[in-house]
């Protein structure tokens, strides 16, 4: 695992979440662990906001080439997951919900010129 467990499984008020892509160019498994403001049933919504750095994260470069993920939360086995980037009309309704979550992304959204992607985890 990427902490060994030694993280906790909040931050900010938020879930955590291990995040396993395939490495776009190494083909090698890359671990993250990423905050989910959202999720809606099965699905799970993370944002690839970087801190608002106006680059995108390693992650979403890499689940947009293969988007077969593994996602595990609160130290339990992974469980293989479908990650999309949201469509404009998914990410114009969950961009409100995330940021009435977590105001700190709209902070992020300023910062940058790039449109922040929401990305949705599906089984």
Known sequence: RLSGGRLGWA?????????????RRSGQ???V?????????DRIVIVASKGGEDT?????????ENPQVT????????V?????VASPEERERLWLVVVDKQARYAGYQE???????LVLLEP
């Not at 996602?71 to 992974?78: E, I, L, R, T, Y």
């Open 11 to 23: 931050a900010f008020d938020m879930p955590v979440l291990e995040l396993t892509t395939t490495g």
């Open 111 to 117: 910062r940058t010129d790039r449109e922040i992607p």
């Open 29 to 31: 498994p890359r671990s």
């Open 56 to 64: 995108h994260p390693a992650w979403l470069l890499n689940l947009r």
């Open 71 to 78: 996602v595990s939360m609160k130290g339990a086995p992974g």
């Open 33 to 41: 662990m990423l905050t989910s403001p959202h999720s809606d049933g």
């Open 80 to 84: 293989a997951m479908i990650a999309r």
